[in-house]
């Protein structure tokens, strides 16, 4: 079964840097497009970047542009995301999920996504 397992959250200083991670199972995760996506207290969920099967696209938002970078190893089947520069802005649930099509809509488009990962928690505080 396909599962989706995050981890590296915790608690950063602003201005500190995180690296989250994703480990894929039960299916062929080179193939899939995947994205980060994050949820703050009180808010809905946010698209924050996605890449491509083969890691050869990425795109983001513009919110975490230039601070967060996303890479995959699809040998290890793992997703990443680099965070550098935190801001207490950036405190959220962050999720990881898998985008079947690799021709759908806009990388931040919910509905095009089938499988979500439980979350890790991110806190910038100092």
């Known amino acids: 079964q396909v599962q989706l397992v995050e981890s590296g959250g915790g608690l950063a200083q602003p201005g500190g840097s995180l690296r989250l991670s994703c480990a894929a199972s039960?299916?062929?995760?080179?193939?899939?497009?995947m994205s980060w996506a994050r949820q703050a207290p009180g808010k809905g969920l946010e698209w924050v970047s996605g890449?491509?099967?083969?890691?050869?696209?990425?795109v983001y938002a513009d919110s975490v542009k230039g601070r967060f970078t996303i890479s995959r190893d699809n040998t290890k089947k793992v997703l990443y995301l680099q965070m550098n520069s935190l801001t207490p802005e950036d405190t959220a649930v962050y999720y990881c999920?898998?985008?079947?099509?690799?021709?759908?809509?806009?990388?931040?488009?919910?509905?095009?996504?089938?499988?979500w990962g439980q979350g890790t928690q991110v806190t910038v505080s100092s």
């Open positions: 999920t898998r985008r079947p099509n690799p021709y759908g809509s806009a990388w931040s488009n919910f509905s095009d996504y089938d499988f």
């Open positions: 039960g299916f062929a995760f080179s193939t899939y497009g």
């Open positions: 890449i491509s099967g083969a890691g050869s696209t990425k």
